[in-house]
């Protein structure tokens, strides 16, 4: 008889513990620290972004910091897939960093960010900007464009659209495929 009462009470005792408090449930510490302003955390967060319902792009991020105050979105360790206006895959940007605007949709990337288009010309970067309604990508920080046949074209800005089909760099200059002196690119 001695036994049954004791596991009546632990029982009663497990299911007391188990109760809602009322209170909220605590966040793990770290998760704060890393960024206190956040209403919302999501670890590997996927959004995608269409238009008259054509696929647009698609967002993932490592982290994803939801800033409701500024309608804002920190991400960490980001990737962006680019579609053409069939819906085709055109172009792909990875970065360190980024901010998004869920309320115009524009986003700026930061820290190693590199965007590839499906000919296999890469642009690397710090800082990158894109305007969603103009369909534009552009840095006014130092560039360097990495064609498929291995010419690096270094300037001091850049702009294009989101598939990389029109490239333009500020004050340009080119290396050619083993070559070591830089040209000015016309």
């Known amino acids: 008889m001695g036994s049954r009462v004791f596991w009546v009470t632990v029982l009663v005792f497990s299911v007391l513990s ?10 793990a ?4 620290q890393l960024n206190p302003e956040a ?3 999501v670890f590997n967060m996927q959004h995608h972004m269409d238009s008259e319902g054509v696929r647009r ?5 490592d982290t994803a910091y939801y800033l409701e105050n500024q309608s804002l979105v920190e991400l960490r360790v980001l990737k962006v897939t680019f579609y053409d206006s069939n819906g085709a895959e055109a172009s792909i940007l990875t970065s360190k960093e980024g901010t998004y605007d869920w309320g115009t949709g524009d986003m700026t990337a ?17 800082v990158l900007n894109y305007n969603r309604i103009r369909d534009r990508l552009w840095s006014d920080e130092p560039t360097r464009m990495i064609r498929a046949d ?9 702009e294009s659209d989101s598939r990389m089909e029109v ?16 040209e000015r690119e016309p």
């Open 39 to 41: 209403s919302q955390v």
């Open 150 to 158: 291995g010419t690096i074209i270094e300037g001091t800005a850049f």
């Open 18 to 27: 188990c109760q809602d408090s009322g209170e909220p449930p605590l966040v």
């Open 110 to 126: 930061k820290v190693d960010v590199v965007v590839q288009n499906s000919k296999g010309e890469r642009i690397e970067t710090t």
């Open 167 to 182: 490239i333009e760099l500020t004050s340009a200059t080119m290396v050619r495929p083993g070559s070591q002196q830089p």
């Open 29 to 32: 510490e770290e998760i704060l």
């Open 57 to 61: 792009a698609y967002v993932e991020a």
